[in-house]
């Protein structure tokens, strides 16, 4: 199986397109976190909505008011669920 080619498109800071997704981790209206071919995807912003998953093409499309994509490294990831299971122990 070849990796899909991964991509963002980002129209207005209102739709965003993105190519090459694995999975979706977790989503609200401030907050979609996106597992990649190149990593996991970061985006933050307000009213955030998935209107197009399709995950055996690997492409998803979201609408709202985009204020950040950054894309996380495995460290960051786990960073907070440290404290969490510290808490917790």
């Known amino acids: 199986m070849m990796a899909q080619?991964?991509?963002?498109?980002?129209?207005?800071?209102?739709?965003?397109?993105?190519?090459?997704?694995?999975?979706?981790?977790?989503?609200?209206?401030?907050?979609?976190?996106?597992?990649?071919?190149?990593?996991?995807l970061l985006l933050k912003g307000e009213a955030l909505n998935v209107n197009q998953l399709n995950l055996d093409d690997g492409k998803v499309s979201i609408t709202g008011q985009i204020n950040l994509i950054q894309y996380l490294e495995e460290e960051q990831l786990n960073r907070g669920k440290g404290i969490i299971q510290k808490l917790f122990k």
Do not use: A
């Open 5 to 40: 080619e991964h991509q963002l498109m980002l129209f207005d800071r209102k739709t965003l397109s993105v190519t090459g997704v694995k999975h979706v981790d977790s989503f609200d209206e401030d907050e979609v976190q996106l597992r990649t071919t190149l990593g996991v």
